[in-house]
């Protein structure tokens, strides 16, 4: 596609209960990146895919979080048991290439808006 | 892991003056550092990036230095109108590209 598409833009969900978030990068970025941002807040790294493997997994905040990849596309972020404190935009972004690559540029979806309530 | 820190959090300026943001970085190995401008909303943008080999790199209004001795770099925005209010972020790469926590600008007209 032409840009890095997420779905859905919202959501609002039930405490207690799972929700899945979709991302499907450009075409042809080997790298996937998932971002969490809290209200007025900067962009917490939670898991980079290069291919359909997870090198870095360091950010996800607790074991309710799991991170998908498959066919070296779509990627699809599951919160279980979602808690208040889940409430935040979750950013997608896709590179070219890995981090370690000079110069590699990311770009962001437009992000899902979550909200537990 | 990289830890990049950014200043000021906050910043204001007269429409027409400079604004400039300042980052540090850890991680020597860096060697790739973007800005992001996110407005209101919207998904972070690029809008401008500079490599390690390079100590500053310019576009219209936009400028970014790097001091890779001191790890540091800054962007520069000279001649501010109000559409350039918006949340700013810097990064580095190391293993993965590391967030500022964001400068909010604000160009009062």
């Known amino acids: 596609g032409a840009g890095v598409s997420q779905s859905p833009s919202n959501k609002v969900t039930e405490k207690g209960k799972d929700v899945e978030l979709r991302c499907d990068p450009i075409?042809?970025?080997?790298?996937l990146y998932w971002y969490r941002q809290s209200l007025g807040q900067g962009l917490e790294f939670l898991i980079y895919?290069?291919?359909?493997?997870?090198?870095?997994k360091s950010g996800l905040p607790s074991d309710r979080f799991s991170a998908e990849r498959t066919g070296g596309s779509v990627s699809t972020l599951t919160i279980q048991r979602t808690q208040q404190e889940d409430s935040a935009v979750y950013l997608c972004?896709?590179?070219?290439?890995?981090?370690?690559?000079?110069?590699?540029?990311?770009?962001f979806g437009e992000g899902s808006w979550l909200t537990v309530v | 892991g990289e830890n990049v820190e950014q200043h000021p959090s906050t910043l204001s300026v007269q429409e027409g003056d400079s604004a400039v943001i300042k980052c540090t970085y850890s991680?020597?190995?860096?060697?790739?550092f973007p800005w992001y401008k996110q407005e209101l909303g919207k998904r972070p943008q690029l809008i401008i990036d500079?490599?390690?080999?390079?100590g500053e790199k310019k576009d219209q209004r936009i400028a970014v230095t790097l001091n890779k001795t001191a790890k540091h770099f800054s962007l520069h925005i000279t001649e501010t109108q109000p559409e350039d209010s918006a949340v700013y972020f810097c990064?580095?790469?190391?293993?993965?590209?590391?967030f500022g926590k964001g400068t909010k600008l604000s160009v009062i007209p």
């Open positions: 895919f290069q291919g359909n493997s997870a090198p870095d």
């Open positions: 990064a580095a790469n190391s293993y993965q590209l590391t």
């Open positions: 972004a896709s590179s070219g290439q890995g981090p370690r690559r000079n110069g590699n540029t990311i770009y």
């Open positions: 075409s042809g970025h080997t790298a």
């Open positions: 991680d020597s190995a860096s060697n790739y």
């Open positions: 500079i490599r390690s080999n390079v």
